[in-house]
């Protein structure tokens, strides 16, 4: 009785061979190329962890990681989105960074802060010295009214000669008085601005001391030393 071989083994040994070798070859390719791309991993909404040659279907609204031969991640995949939604998670992802940025810059001014005034004492030596430089300004402009106002008498002694009719005055007596009541005007408005800048200086001066009462404490201190650390 005669059994029928295999149509590749009724070939020549040479044949034989030859299609060995190009069917390992095939095999060697396609694993060598299998571990070009690495393999994918990711936990799917339903938590399973799924393990794939190729990205994963059921985690394309997830991230993916790609991992070497030796396992190690060679790049995380983000997940698929349409225009719209990578918009919004950008949109998002924009304001978490500039919340972040402001909360840093915060704590550096914060830092900043402590530096300038370590304590008290030297917040309050600056406060008044920032006042006394205004209160220098204001009695400089209180003796230059001082001055205006006894010019304004005098102009309005020689102006008596005219109380029946003003306008016949002289054009540069009447051009004096003038002057000097316009000079009145700034004279006030000018106090006045130095007034509104003390306010200024001491709503500064107490938001600064507000702030700082807390930095001071030590629950503060120790944390604004560690974040100094890391």
Same mark, same amino acid.
């Given at each position: 009785?005669?059994?029928?071989?295999?149509?590749?083994?009724?070939?020549?040994?040479?044949?034989?061979?030859?299609?060995?070798?190009?069917?390992?070859?095939?095999?060697?390719?396609?694993?060598?190329?299998?571990?070009?791309?690495?393999?994918?991993?990711?936990?799917?909404?339903?938590?399973?962890?799924?393990?794939?040659?190729?990205?994963?279907?059921?985690?394309?609204?997830?991230?993916?990681?790609?991992?070497?031969?030796?396992?190690? #991640?060679? $790049?995380?995949?983000?997940?698929?989105?349409? +225009?719209? !939604?990578?918009? =919004? @998670?950008?949109?998002?992802?924009?304001? /978490?960074?500039?919340?972040?940025?402001?909360?840093?810059?915060?704590?550096?001014?914060?830092?900043?802060?402590?530096?300038?005034?370590?304590?008290?004492?030297?917040?309050?030596?600056?406060?008044?010295?920032?006042?006394?430089?205004?209160?220098?300004?204001?009695?400089?402009?209180?003796?230059?009214?001082?001055?205006?106002?006894?010019?304004?008498?005098?102009?309005?002694?020689?102006?008596?000669?005219?109380?029946?009719?003003?306008?016949?005055?002289?054009?540069?007596?009447?051009?004096?008085?003038?002057?000097?009541?316009?000079?009145? #005007?700034? $004279?006030?408005?000018?106090?006045?601005?130095? +007034?509104? !800048?003390?306010? =200024? @200086?001491?709503?500064?001066?107490?938001? /600064?001391?507000?702030?700082?009462?807390?930095?001071?404490?030590?629950?503060?201190?120790?944390?604004?030393?560690?974040?100094?650390?890391?």
């Amino acid at each position: 009785m005669n059994i029928a071989r295999p149509p590749i083994l009724s070939w020549p040994r040479a044949a034989r061979w030859n299609a060995c070798a190009m069917v390992m070859g095939a095999v060697l390719w396609a694993m060598a190329s299998a571990q070009a791309q690495g393999i994918y991993t990711c936990i799917d909404g339903k938590g399973r962890r799924i393990t794939s040659d190729r990205p994963i279907v059921e985690c394309l609204d997830r991230e993916q990681q790609q991992l070497g031969k030796t396992g190690i #991640v060679r $790049q995380v995949v983000p997940p698929s989105y349409t +225009a719209d !939604e990578r918009a =919004r @998670i950008e949109d998002k992802r924009r304001a /978490e960074n500039e919340i972040k940025a402001r909360a840093a810059e915060e704590k550096r001014r914060e830092r900043a802060l402590l530096i300038r005034y370590p304590n008290q004492g030297v917040h309050d030596k600056e406060r008044a010295e920032a006042l006394a430089q205004i209160d220098e300004v204001i009695a400089a402009v209180n003796k230059r009214e001082v001055a205006l106002k006894q010019q304004r008498k005098e102009v309005d002694v020689e102006m008596e000669f005219y109380q029946a009719d003003p306008s016949k005055a002289p054009f540069w007596l009447r051009r004096k008085l003038e002057d000097s009541e316009k000079q009145m #005007v700034v $004279q006030k408005r000018f106090l006045e601005e130095q +007034a509104q !800048e003390k306010q =200024r @200086i001491n709503q500064r001066f107490d938001e /600064e001391l507000a702030k700082l009462r807390q930095l001071w404490s030590p629950t503060s201190a120790a944390s604004n030393a560690g974040t100094t650390k890391r």
